[in-house]
Nanobody, 126 residues
């Protein structure tokens, strides 16, 4: 079992930046079994969408087209922590951001992730 705890959300004006963090807690075996960690977001009335993901073993990263060049996903293995640096934020980036971890998901498939955090709210005003 893996527990994920997000932090770092908040309210910013368009063009601003935020950094989200996701700390993973669990046994070493459980955490080391995770192949993929990702960030998803959900705006009111919309489906949850994949924002970015990282394959923890090789460090490969993937991004939604809407955030490429603005967001950067990274990991600190020593701290079991995932980050999402968000720059040049736009009002359409507003939503609840969730951290997710999976054993072998396709990175954009929310239904294939095994563990989820509680979410952190990001609000971008124009």
């Amino acid at each position: 079992q893996v527990q994920l705890v997000e932090s770092g959300g908040g309210s910013v004006q368009a063009g601003g930046s935020l950094r989200l963090s996701c700390a993973a807690f669990g046994s070493m075996y459980s955490i080391n079994s995770i192949s993929t960690m990702g960030w998803f977001r959900q705006a009111p009335g919309k489906e949850r969408e994949g924002v970015a993901a990282i394959y923890t073993g090789v460090g490969s990263t993937y991004y939604a087209d809407s955030v490429k060049g603005r967001f950067t996903i990274s990991q600190d293995n020593a701290k079991n922590t995932l980050y999402l640096q968000m720059n040049s934020l736009k009002p359409e980036d507003t939503g609840m951001y969730y951290c997710a971890a999976g054993y072998s998901p396709r990175w954009v498939r929310a239904d294939e992730y095994n563990f989820w955090g509680q979410g952190t709210q990001v609000t971008v005003s124009s």
